[in-house]
C-alpha cells in the first residue's frame, strides 16, 4: 500500500515509539493524526512533524474520543492506516509475595485495560471505518498494533504486561482472518528493549545492563527502528496475520 498521499493514525503519538513511527510516516508522505492522552506533549509532537501533522487527545478505552480522532484523520482523506502504540507498562508484582499474600487485583485489571481492551477498542473502530474505503493497491486498510517480547518471555512480577501483549499476539492472526473479506491487513510487531520515556526512567547502569543483553547490536532499540518497520509492514501488500520481533535477537532472563 503507497503510503505517499494517505491518510493515518498513531495512537500513543506524542512520544516514543508511536512519535517515531508518526515521523517516518510523515517523511513518506502521509497526512498523520496524532492520538493521545489530554495533558500529554501531543501538540508539540504534532507541531515537530508540521503541516502534515495535527494532534487530538483521545483515550484508546474511550469510544467518543478515539471516535473524535478517527473522524479527524478522515477529514484528511479516507483512513488507509493506524499504528497502534498507545499501551502502559505493567507494575512489578509477584503473584503472591514472601508473606503469601495474592497480588493486587486492580492493577492486573487495569493494565488489561489499557493495553488489551485499548487494542481491541482502536481495532475494531478503525475497521468500521477503513471498511467504507474503495481498494487501494488492493488494500482498503491496514493496522499495526504493539505487543512486546514480554508476550513470549515474560519476567517475573510481569504476569499482567505478559497476559496484556501475548492477547495482542494472539489475536493477530485472528483479526487478519477476520477482516480479509473486507481488505484489511492486521499486523503486530512485538518491540524488545527499547530507548522509550518508559525506559528512561530506570538508572543509567540499569539501561547500560538492557543494552549489553541484547546479542547484536549491543543498544537500546531506537524508536526510529519501530517506525521504519511499521511503514514498511504497512507497505508491504502480503504481509498480513504476523507478530514481528523486533528485538536484535534478545531473549529475557526470568528476572
Known sequence: MRIDGISALVTGGASGLGLASARVLVARGAKVVLADLKGSPGEEAAASLGDAASFVPADVTDTDSFNAALDAAE???????????????GDRTRIIDRQRVPGGLDTFEEVLRINLVGTYNALRLAAARMSGNEPLDGD????VMTASVAAFDGQIGQTSYTASKAAVHGITLVAARDLASWQIRVNTIAPGVFDTPMLGRLREDIRDGLAASVPHPKRLGDPADFGKLAADILENSYLNGQTIRLDGSIRMAPR
Open 140 to 143: 482498503r486498510g491496514a493496522v
Open 75 to 89: 477529514a484528511n482523506g479516507p483512513l488507509r492506516a493506524v499504528v497502534h502504540c498507545a499501551g502502559r507498562g
